[in-house]
């Protein structure tokens, strides 16, 4: 993957004003500090990737920012009104949609109806409701083939599905259900080459659509294919936004290991990493 | 990095012949079950067991074990075990006879008020299962016993010693309500089929078959109502959801401690209609009724195809694999066999479908 893909790139110039932007973050866990002062933003359509390595604080952060923490310190706007999740449930209702590492998919269930699951549409009234499983299996092939995946069937058991179809399945639901901000957590962690390739196209194909992403990753050469900004987290701190073009991945690599360590490790693995 | 074309065909995708779409579906097992025990009893049984009183005779028990298979098998399917259905069967017989004979309360109350008491019970299981955690094979091993003995306690102190409550029959007699749980359905239809000639007849020219156990039509429509939940609505998916995968379900917005709890209030409902079905059929309660139902209702489930593990089985199997139950456990009347082959067979039975469900469920999820 070099560092000029053929994936559309967003220009976020200043006049867009973010979806969501947060503003020195900090959270604390009684006494450990999981953030001390951590500013992000995401602006509608692009995609703003959050790299760090493990244990910078890239869980919590997005864990706050999807409703699930409250954070210690610091602010939130969402659409530039200051916001106050209590639940996950909020932060969904409002259009911020996590695709957390494990997917919420059930791999025993069908597409259709991991897909709707919580959500399923009905039709008839009374006694008559039922799950409208004829317009859910339509959508379901429909938003599925618009993200580049032809199902076997609709009723197609989620577990016969590759990681990286069942992490499309998660972003299309997302997608459809009407999420302006998308977050994913690591969702090329466990990919091989093909499928991560797939997964960063889906990404492409959701920004286009005028939604904000958020991926998360601790590999440079994932976020460079297509990220349009670059916040690096380290040890619970935001060392700076940088713009696609203005960084190279040696200096990613770098702030997300903190310096210096890496780079005598890099000279003796020559530059693999 | 490719893009996929929209139009394209997955060309690693063979076309699918109608008989692996079949292997897929959960109740194949408990189908070709059924087909192999008919096979098996036309060879071995005496041909009156498939005549129409045959198929009363073993649908009978059938019905009243279904009940409860089906019951079970939604809770199995939502990932929980309920082990105290049978005895929550007695339980519910004692409080059903109690309000009959004791407290002399017409059916009309007498019944609902036995289902809102089944309800309350499943409703503590339930709470005491999503609230504490636990296993709900444990929880509910311990109302086994708990209930059972209340039962008993129940029986002594309501008719002064004795673990018998009799006397329903003469109190309901007359009563509206009583033909839709007691019983046989269609008498009339039954007369004129056998003045025709299209049913056998005893020599006075009464029917042999006087009617259908109403038990059979309630197993029938209990497994209709079951398949249609479980797949034409939106609380049939959460049922699976929340068997499949408890943290992805509520992650998605799946209301699984509510799902859980009204399907354990569900399989007690369903304990307690057989408990009135089969007390007013017997025209007495005991504490022995309803003896190890549980295990059998969890055989007849699993032999229709639910895994253990839950998020996956169906309501249709349940309702072939207490078929099954029901045609061994007469059918071997008909044999020359002795009787006491009915456990093995039984143990049998649910060892093969635990390794045949196994060998779905890879199939399903596609697992190499």
């Known amino acids: 993957m070099t560092d000029d893909s053929k994936f559309h790139h967003g220009d976020p110039t200043a006049h867009i004003h973010p979806v969501v932007e947060m503003k020195n973050i900090e959270k604390h866990f009684g006494n450990i500090i999981a953030l001390a002062g951590v500013s992000f933003d995401v602006k509608p359509g692009e995609c703003h990737c959050l790299l760090g390595d493990n244990g910078a604080g890239k869980s919590t952060f997005i864990k706050t920012m999807s409703g699930v923490h409250k954070p210690t310190k610091g602010e939130i706007f969402f659409e530039g009104k200051p916001m106050n999740f209590n639940t996950p449930r909020d932060a969904m209702e409002a259009g911020i949609a996590t695709v957390f590492q494990d997917l919420a998919m059930i791999p025993l269930m069908s597409v259709t109806r991991n897909f709707f699951m919580g959500r399923e549409p009905t039709k008839g009234k009374g006694l008559g409701k039922r799950f409208d499983t004829k317009f859910a299996n339509e959508v379901c092939v429909e938003e599925m083939r618009k993200m580049g995946i032809n199902l076997r069937g609709p009723d197609q058991a989620v577990g016969t599905l590759s990681g990286g179809e069942r992490q499309t399945v998660a972003i299309a639901r997302a997608v459809y259900f009407g999420a302006k901000i998308l977050i994913l957590d690591e969702p090329t962690s466990a990919l091989g080459v093909r499928q991560t390739s797939n997964v960063l196209a889906t990404i492409d194909k959701v920004r286009r659509q005028g939604i904000g992403v958020v991926f998360i990753s601790h590999n440079v050469r994932h976020a460079l294919a297509v990220g349009d900004r670059f916040t690096v987290l380290n040890r619970g701190k935001t060392l700076g936004t940088a713009v696609r073009g203005e960084i190279t991945p040696e200096q990613l690599q770098d702030l997300m290991a903190g310096g210096q360590e890496l780079a005598s490790l890099e000279g003796s693995l020559g530059g693999t990493v | ?368």
């Open chain 2, 1 to 368: 990095m490719s893009e996929t074309t929209p139009e394209a065909v997955d060309e690693r995708l063979k076309s699918e012949p109608f008989f692996a779409k079949m292997m897929k579906r959960p109740e194949l097992g408990a189908i070709a079950g059924v087909i192999l025990v008919i096979i098996f009893f036309a060879l071995t049984a005496d041909s009156a067991m498939f005549s129409l009183s045959g198929v009363i005779n073993f649908m009978t028990p059938a019905a009243q074990l279904g009940i409860l298979a089906i019951g079970a098998a939604l809770l199995m399917i939502g990932g929980e075990f309920d082990l105290s259905i049978g005895s929550m069967v007695a339980f519910a017989g004692l409080f059903f006879g109690v309000c009959v004979v004791t407290w002399g309360l017409p059916l009309i109350i007498s019944i609902p008020l036995t289902f809102v008491f089944a309800a309350c019970v499943g409703a503590v299981n339930g709470n005491i299962v999503i609230r504490s955690g636990l296993p709900s094979f444990i929880v509910t091993l311990a109302f086994l016993f708990i209930l059972r003995g209340l039962s008993l306690v129940g029986l002594k102190m309501a008719t002064g010693g004795s673990t018998q409550l009799r006397g329903v029959r003469d109190t309901i007699e007359g009563d509206w309500l009583a033909p839709f749980f007691s019983g046989d359905a269609f008498p009339g239809l039954f007369l004129w089929l056998a003045d025709n000639g299209f049913v056998a007849t005893f020599k006075s020219g009464a029917p042999k078959v006087p009617g259908i156990p109403v038990e059979i039509l309630w197993f029938i429509a209990i497994a209709l109502a079951a398949t249609y939940i479980l797949l034409r609505t939106p609380a049939g998916n959460w049922i699976f959801a929340s068997g499949g995968d408890t943290t992805a379900a509520s992650n998605s917005g799946v209301p699984v401690n509510r799902v859980k709890i009204s399907l354990f209030m569900l399989t007690a409902c369903c304990a307690a209609l057989v408990a009135i079905i089969t007390v007013m059929d017997a025209g007495s309660t005991d504490a022995r009724r309803g003896f190890q139902k549980e295990f059998e209702a969890i055989i007849a489930a699993v032999i229709g195809g639910c895994l253990l593990t839950g998020g996956y089985g169906s309501a249709i199997g349940a309702f072939f694999g207490s078929i099954i139950f029901g045609m061994v456990v007469i059918g071997l009347t008909y044999t020359d066999f002795d009787q006491d082959w009915f456990q093995v067979f039984l143990g049998g039975m649910l060892l093969i479908a635990v390794l045949f469900n196994n060998a779905i469920r890879k199939r399903v999820t596609g697992e190499r």
